[in-house]
């Protein structure tokens, strides 16, 4: 029994003439290019002189390639043995796992009429399919959406069980709107067997999604939230849908990985399942509408995005598991910020990683106790792999300059081989996989990685896609000159370092015989 699912029709581009074929042709052309390109390469390369290079910076790749491996193997182990056992537990249960009410928070702002009015129809059927009592609480800042939602309403028709709730909001962010939702439903005075289904104003929910979601609470009393599988439609070029779908693969497998130990490192604020009682605390309202950081050297930095590791953060802090459902799925619409692949791929890493990074320090604070020692590794891992990432390709363009073009060539060689291999990890995962994906891959890696070692330096930089916001910390003209000098400075310290350590591993490499 297979825990992954496949694409569900309505959550994939339809299939142009010959595209398998095209395709087809396009992964044996790349890997004709790799074998290629290894035959160009003398024998003497893997000779004991000529291999220290792929011994002192193979090193730290097997290293990460172990790790990565790793993660593979605790995935296959969720999908294919403990998870299956989970849901076969959930489905005995009955009626005895259904919860007493479901409430549906969905937030919309700035988001085309089109793609408004899927999210919303999407919710209304699912709040009556799953057959439980609902309510949905659209938080909405425009006028517009408020009588959408109303048409909407009044033409799906659904039945007493299910009722509406409209909470008005200024256009200050997501993170007010979601306050302002959790308060209305703290009205309610939720029972503990209540639900909360957050849902992003982009994100449309699946057949089933809630039901599945639902019982899984039941078998698992200890996890206070938990998010779902993602796949989606992106407007945009092939290499930016490519792109998004290769990044939602990459997250299947990371998140099936820490699920293991029911220990996930974020609750998507695509859509999440929450119980009612942990997010109608003041505690946790509190830390998603006003949560902010006290950086050593910066002072207070509040979080203008990252709302869904504000949540995690919360949930985790108050003493509850986190979870991911394989099997659940959610289709996202996805609108990149600019018509170029390479501007919207560094905005968008740029808001994640910086949302990451901020997250990470508290995070670790809490311990191997509280998460694990796995999961408490690999957020101390996410420090060091920024420069890790950047290690190989920077020895490999010295080595190649001071010593031999071949370095060079080995490197890509090598580079092309394991993103395959990680590639067909990604398959078995359950995600479909293309050709260009090798190579995405690989740009994500070096150009993500440079990104990380930006943000690292500058948290307090934080801006909304969508809403065109950017974070004012409203300090007055010493301090904005001395955060952002004091940031350079350290920046260019640690990439001075980080270059020493990469002339020395090159530059002094010792002659063997």
Known sequence: MSASIEPPVDAIETERPF????????????????????????????????AYFLVAVGFVGMWRYTLRAIHFLRAMWFLHVSYPRLRELAERAGSAADPSHVYFLATSFRIDPHTTGRVYR??????????????????????????????????????????LKFVRIPGTGKRDGLAYGFRAISRDVPDERALVAVVDGDSVLLP????????????????GALTTNEFCTVHGGRIVRDWHKMRFAERHL????????????????????????????????????????????????????????????????????????????????????????????????????????????????????????????????QRVQMWAGLLGLSAALLASVRYNFYYLL???????????LMCLMLRLGGHRVGPLYPSLMYYNQIVGSMIKVFVF?????????????????????????????????MLFTAVSLFASVIVTIVLLKPRFG
Not at 134 to 160: C, F, M, Q, R
Not at 458 to 480: A, C, E, I, M
């Open 19 to 50: 595209e398998g074929l095209r395709e087809t042709a396009e992964w044996l052309a790349m890997i004709a290019l790799i074998m290629a390109v290894a035959m160009l390469l003398p024998h003497s390369t893997l000779t004991p002189g000529d």
């Open 122 to 163: 999407a919710v209304i059927d699912e709040a009556v399919a799953c057959g439980y009592p609902a309510t949905v609480v659209a938080s909405i800042v425009e006028y517009g959406d408020e009588l959408l939602i109303k048409g909407l309403w009044k033409h799906l028709n659904p039945p007493d069980r299910v009722s």
């Open 208 to 223: 089933g999604v809630i039901r599945r979601c639902a019982q899984m609470f039941h078998v698992l009393p200890k996890v």
């Open 254 to 381: 990371n998140m099936c990985s820490m699920a293991l130990r029911h220990r996930v490192l974020t609750l998507t604020g695509r859509m999440s399942l929450f119980r009612a009682h942990v997010v109608t605390t003041p505690e946790f309202i509190a830390d998603v509408e006003y949560d902010s950081a006290l950086h050593w050297r910066l002072g207070r930095v509040k979080f203008l995005t990252g709302d869904d590791k504000s949540s995690w953060f919360s949930v985790v802090r108050l003493g509850w598991d986190t979870f991911y459902l394989p099997d659940a799925a959610i289709h996202t619409i996805e609108h990149p910020p600019d018509p170029s692949f390479l501007k919207t791929s560094r905005t968008l890493m740029f808001r994640w990683y910086g949302n990451s990074l901020r997250q990470n320090g508290r995070a670790r604070k809490l311990g191997p106790h509280r998460l694990g020692w796995f999961t408490w590794y690999v957020l101390q891992d």
């Open 410 to 420: 080995t490197y890509l060689v090598w580079i092309g081989i394991t993103r395959y």
């Open 457 to 489: 330096f500058f948290p307090d930089r934080q801006s909304w896609t969508r809403q065109k916001t950017v974070l004012k910390r409203d300090l007055d003209g010493f301090h904005s000159w001395f955060n952002d000098l004091s940031s350079r400075i």
